[in-house]
């Protein structure tokens, strides 16, 4: 601090903005000031980067409060149907910067910030992300709030307030993934809104009698209570402001008084630690059912508290309980909150005196289901037993559930035995365990999946026996959208900025068909130059920080090709890196001059592995070591590097998007739902390299087939290529000789011993469940296509680029919510 100047930025600014001071400074300066003064009880003399962040953070969150008021006492009087999203994950990344434009006040608040002798760029990045979310399902439930918000529409998000976000992660000297926790609320979070007068009780355990018709008592065990934190989410351009309802856990009375009188105060006290538990941790598996007790206990608790606060508000219209539907859509955000069918049956029938028939009548007019996943190891099953002990009562329901649909598949379906043990809401075999799909299908009105392939997948496999049950038109596709406003304004000003100035106005941002208009300038040269001018700005500003966080000097002049999602084997970064070590091992053969004439390539990848999955800790180990290998060497010097970028999150993802030339979606054909980040790269005029999968398939389609490079088996070839693998095996090298070289060079030990690699190197060699050893020629020669049309025509490469982007109106959130709102919820915009 020794030589800084005290108060940054205008002393006489500070002084007129201090409170009882009548100046003419402008407003949104004095506010600033107020804040750092009175809320943080801090001066001009003593604030830095983290406190004017604070100050100006709670500055912006008067005007979304104001309007937050404006929205939701509109939709108390105005009454509309609402929706709400139920989603156990929101990855909301910071807020600042997108509260600022959303609310179109970024500029001023910038200027103030100056005046205040602080740069905006570093107060936004004091903030640190809100990171409640694994990966894809986390994300879309972000964009869907800022969605509903922009269209207007009466929409909710209830969620968990985890402690504990996504963990940090680390890499070791060795290149293995290590995580650290992550305590996103220490600095207090300007963003909530502490709601300690809204609280649920929500019970756990005790005993279930039951009564006649149905009905049940429940009582004894113990409660928690839930707490509300609300967090307004700003729409663009609009004074609808939205909610996401964060419920928090709190011991029920401070502690156990038996106990405690008793004498035993640490009995007392654990009682009060174990609820507190209960919102302590996102649980970090994506994509992967794991089955721990604690993560149901979360479930249920989630849903009891947020079907109470949704039941208490719908009473609050005076309506009869049978309007409940007309009032109340309820999404259910995979089967995570598939709990909060039998509570709603629970609440209606228990305790609303509901009879029981028309109890479901009302439950399967409420809720919808959104499917995100076929693979079977993500799909949720919850051991009978761990019911019998928390949920006694939902058990006896969901029996109660399950014997009157079996009676009506047997009645469809005489002497059908197996579809109905198939359908049934008990799995039998390996312990009794409950199908929480089955349980979302059945109480539900509508179920979709994310892209249209996904759905189709939906319809044919994991739900074909519904599908025989119910008839077709309960299925649905809602291909999944992301929000313009986050991942192309906010992330890429440059080209936001280049964008506006051709089509004259901002409205693009909210009707995102309108970037067609930028086809009118495909072939114009002087537009082409602004083009390449904002993504060289963009590789230049990752470089920077690749150069600041990893010290590693990268070329912004060659091609960067990025991969970054979840480390999962389905998604395939074990292909990615394995075609590096082909191309590494292919210059490294070639005479000096024939390596001038390579396109030199950056090769980026970044992503979290769940901290249980050791293959993917190990393919994580292994692109790090491959790295170190490629770019200590001198002979493929500045013709390709290869880095694993630490620590993925929203925050970095918005840095990378923008940067990239190519991004790699290269999941096994019908293994990925949707996938969200290829929609974000080719929006920023990235071009895509992937398999024919999940909503690589509708990019295609708009953006045309001759400017994405597709490679790899199609979905309908998968089973049988994994039916040979184990009945007629062909060994890799006869398969693909260059792919054989290429594991045989991993086990030479030049990245480290054989001994670390082999688990990984024989799941390609035997059984290949994802299908490296077929696809990899394809893979290859993909490559050797984007290389080519990279090198050999500029002027090409940026007309791709540029109807890349041009195209991608579908893929916004908008069209995406709005689909639900008209297709599914019934539900309509409420102007404020
Ligand atoms: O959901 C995304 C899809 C993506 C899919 C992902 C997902 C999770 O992130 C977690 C669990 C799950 O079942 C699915 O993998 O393909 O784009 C949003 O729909």
């Not at 107020?34 to 809320?39: A, D, G, I, K």
């Not at 001066?43 to 404006?70: C, F, H, K, P, S």
């Not at 070329?555 to 970064?573: L, T, W």
């Amino acid at each position: 601090q020794g030589q800084e100047k005290w108060p940054k930025g205008d002393e006489a600014t500070w002084k007129a903005g201090l409170r009882g001071v009548d100046s003419d400074v402008p407003e949104i300066t004095k506010n600033i000031v107020h804040h750092v003064q009175t809320t943080l009880a801090r001066q001009a003399y003593n604030i830095d980067d983290m406190g004017a962040y604070q100050a100006t953070a709670l500055a912006v969150r008067e005007d979304l409060i104001v309007n937050w008021n404006e929205t939701q006492l509109t939709y108390t009087k105005k009454s509309p149907k609402r929706a709400y999203y139920l989603s156990l994950e929101f990855l909301m990344g910071r807020t600042l910067d997108n509260a600022l434009l959303n609310l179109g006040m970024k500029d001023k608040f910038s200027e103030g910030v100056n005046k205040l002798g602080f740069n905006m760029e570093d107060v936004l990045h004091s903030e640190r992300d809100a990171a409640l979310g694994n990966g894809g399902l986390g994300r879309l439930a972000a964009c869907y709030v800022d969605s509903s918000a922009t269209c207007e529409l009466p929409v909710w998000g209830y969620g968990l307030r985890y402690q504990y976000g996504m963990f940090q992660q680390l890499i070791a000297p060795d290149g293995s993934q290590l995580e650290a926790p992550d305590p996103w609320l220490d600095n207090s979070n300007p963003w909530e809104i502490p709601r300690l007068d809204v609280t649920v009780d929500v019970r756990f355990g005790g005993h279930a009698e039951k009564l006649e018709g149905n009905r049940g008592i429940w009582s004894g065990g113990q409660e928690v209570l839930a707490i509300a934190y609300d967090c307004p989410i700003p729409g663009s351009d609009t004074k609808s402001t939205n909610n996401i309802r964060f419920w928090s856990a709190r011991p029920r009375r401070g502690f156990d008084l038996q106990s405690f009188n008793a004498g035993n105060y640490e009995r007392a006290v654990e009682t009060s630690n174990s609820a507190a538990n209960i919102t302590n941790v996102l649980y970090p598996n994506d994509n992967h059912y794991a089955g721990k007790t604690l993560r149901l206990q979360q479930q249920y608790f989630w849903c009891a508290a947020s079907l109470s606060d949704i039941m208490r508000r719908f009473k609050n219209t005076g309506k009869d309980i049978s309007e409940f539907p007309n009032l109340v859509a309820i999404q259910l955000n995979d089967t995570h909150p598939t709990l909060a069918i039998p509570e709603l049956m629970r609440i209606l029938v228990d305790e609303e005196d509901v009879e029981w028939n028309a109890a479901w009548d009302i439950v399967t007019r409420t809720f919808s289901y959104t499917n995100h996943t076929v693979l079977p190891e993500a799909l949720e099953k919850w051991p009978v037993q761990i019911f019998e002990q928390l949920l006694p009562r939902h058990l006896q329901i969901i029996y109660d559930l399950n014997w009157t649909f079996l009676q009506a598949v047997a009645k469809k379906f005489p002497n059908d035995v197996a579809k109905m043990e198939r359908m049934s809401l008990i799995e039998e075999a390996n312990g009794r365990q409950i199908r929480m799909a089955n349980l979302a299908v059945l109480g539900s009105f509508k179920v979709n999946g994310v892209a249209e392939l996904h759905s189709e997948l939906v319809r044919t496999t994991i739900l074909k026996d519904f599908v025989d049950f119910y008839g077709i038109s309960k299925f649905a596709n809602v291909t999944n959208g992301i929000t313009p406003r986050r991942w192309l304004d906010q992330c890429n000003p440059s080209l936001s900025a280049l964008i506006t100035e051709t089509l004259g106005s901002r409205a693009w941002l909210k009707d995102l068909y309108l970037l067609k208009g930028l086809l009118k300038y495909e072939d114009d040269v002087a537009f082409h130059k602004k083009w390449a001018a904002s993504k060289a700005n963009n590789k230049q500003r990752l470089a920077a920080y690749i150069k600041s966080t990893l010290g590693v000097t990268v070329d912004p002049r060659a091609m960067f090709v990025i991969q970054v999602k979840r480390i999962h084997e389905y998604k395939r970064q074990s292909l990615n890196i394995l075609g590096v070590i082909h191309r590494y091992l292919t210059i490294k053969a070639m005479t000096p001059e024939e390596r001038a004439k390579v396109n030199p390539r950056v090769v980026l990848f970044a992503g979290k592995a769940a901290p249980g999955y050791w293959m993917a800790k190990l393919i994580i180990r292994l692109i790090v070591n491959v790295g170190k290998v490629i770019n200590s060497d001198p002979d493929v010097k500045g013709v390709l590097t290869v880095l694993f970028l630490p620590d993925y999150s929203v925050s970095l993802a918005e840095l990378l998007i923008p940067a990239s030339d190519i991004s790699e979606h290269i999941s096994t054909a019908g293994t990925e739902a949707s996938g969200t980040s290829n929609m974000k790269f080719c929006l920023n005029g990235g071009l895509l390299l992937g398999t024919v999968d999940g909503a690589n398939i509708e990019i295609a389609e708009e953006v045309g087939e001759d400017n994405v490079f597709f490679f790899g088996h199609l979905t309908p070839a998968v089973e049988e290529l994994r039916y040979n693998h184990r009945y007629n095996p062909i060994p890799v090298q006869e398969k693909s000789p260059a792919l054989a070289a290429v594991l045989d060079n991993v086990m030479s030990g030049c990245y480290g011993e054989a001994s670390i690699w082999e688990p990984f190197i024989n799941t390609v060699r035997q059984g290949d469940y994802y299908l490296i050893s077929d696809d990899f020629d394809s893979y290859l020669n993909a490559q050797a296509m984007v290389d080519e049309a990279y090198t050999k025509d500029p002027k090409e490469w940026i007309k791709k680029s540029i109807n890349t982007t041009a195209r991608m109106g579908k893929f916004s959130s908008d069209r995406a919510i709005m689909t639900y709102a008209e297709e599914i919820w019934n539900i309509e915009p409420v102007k404020i």
